[in-house]
C-alpha cells in the first residue's frame, strides 16, 4: 500500500513554477522520499530524492519540511513537456531493503499554453 | 547509450495462452525490476532479478515467473492469461543497490491485450 498522498490532479501555466504536494506523515526516519514523473506511453522517469535536506537538480528542487511528514515538488518553469504523472514514493534506505516501489495514483500535472 | 530496452512494444494473446517479455537493461546495469501497469493505475511490482535469482517478489500469483541471463537481460512469463493480465509491463533496471541514488532506469513497457 502507498504510504504517501497527492492530489489527483493539478494545473500549471506554461512558464510558471509548478508546485507539487506529498503528504507522507507516517514516514520513518531511514526513509528517503522519491520522485518520479511518468510522461504519457512511457515508462517512470526518475527525478530527485532527498531525506531531510532540500535538494535540487537540473529537473526541480524538493523541499522537506522539518517534521519531514510532507513534500513538495517545484519545477521552477515548466514547460508543455513536464505534462506527466507525477508519483511521490517513500522507501527505505539500506543494502538489506531491495529496490521495491511502491507507487500510489499520482498527480496529474496538466500544463497550459 | 541505449537505455532500457522491451520487447516486443505491443501484443495480443488469448485467454489461456502463455507469454514471454522480454528486456535488456541499460548498458553496465546487473539489476532488473519487473512491474504490472493496469490502466490509470500506478506500477505494481512483481519481481526483482539480481545475479540471476529473484530477490524480492510481489503479491503476484506463480504463473509470473521470471528469468535473468548472465548478460544481464531478463524474461518476464505469464502462463495461463487471465482478461485482467492486460496492463502495461515495465522494467526497470539499476547497477546493483545504485538506484537509491540515482533512481531507476524504466523502460518504454510491453502493451499486453488478453482477449
Known amino acids: 500500500d502507498a504510504k504517501t498522498t497527492q492530489p489527483p490532479s493539478m494545473d500549471c501555466a506554461e512558464g510558471r513554477a509548478a508546485n507539487l504536494p506529498c503528504n507522507h506523515s507516517?514516514?520513518?526516519?531511514?526513509?528517503?522520499v522519491y520522485w518520479y514523473r511518468q510522461i504519457h506511453s512511457q515508462g517512470p522517469q526518475y527525478i530527485i530524492h532527498g531525506l531531510k535536506n532540500n535538494e535540487t537538480n537540473e529537473m526541480a528542487s524538493l523541499i522537506i519540511t522539518e517534521d519531514r511528514k510532507s513534500s513538495t515538488l517545484i519545477l521552477p518553469h515548466a514547460t508543455l513537456r513536464d505534462t506527466a504523472v507525477y508519483y511521490c514514493?517513500?522507501?527505505?534506505?539500506?543494502?538489506?531493503?531491495?529496490?521495491?516501489?511502491?507507487f500510489g495514483q499520482g498527480t496529474t500535472l496538466q500544463v497550459k499554453p | 547509450d541505449a537505455g532500457v530496452t522491451q520487447s516486443p512494444t505491443h501484443l495480443i494473446k488469448t485467454r489461456g495462452q502463455q507469454v514471454t517479455l522480454r528486456c535488456s537493461p541499460k548498458s553496465g546495469h546487473d539489476t532488473v525490476s519487473w512491474y504490472q501497469q493496469a490502466l490509470g493505475q500506478g506500477p505494481q511490482f512483481i519481481f526483482q532479478?539480481?545475479?540471476?535469482?529473484?530477490?524480492q517478489r510481489g503479491n503476484f500469483p506463480d504463473r509470473f515467473s521470471g528469468h535473468q541471463f548472465p548478460n544481464y537481460s531478463s524474461e518476464l512469463n505469464v502462463n495461463a492469461l487471465l482478461l485482467g493480465d492486460s496492463a502495461l509491463y515495465l522494467c526497470a533496471s539499476s547497477l546493483g543497490d545504485s538506484f537509491v541514488f540515482y533512481g531507476y532506469t524504466f523502460g518504454s513497457g510491453t502493451r499486453l491485450t488478453v482477449v
Open positions: 532479478y539480481y545475479e540471476e535469482e529473484e530477490r
Open positions: 514514493i517513500v522507501r527505505p534506505y539500506g543494502s538489506s531493503n531491495t529496490g521495491k516501489l511502491i
Open positions: 507516517t514516514i520513518s526516519g531511514n526513509e528517503y
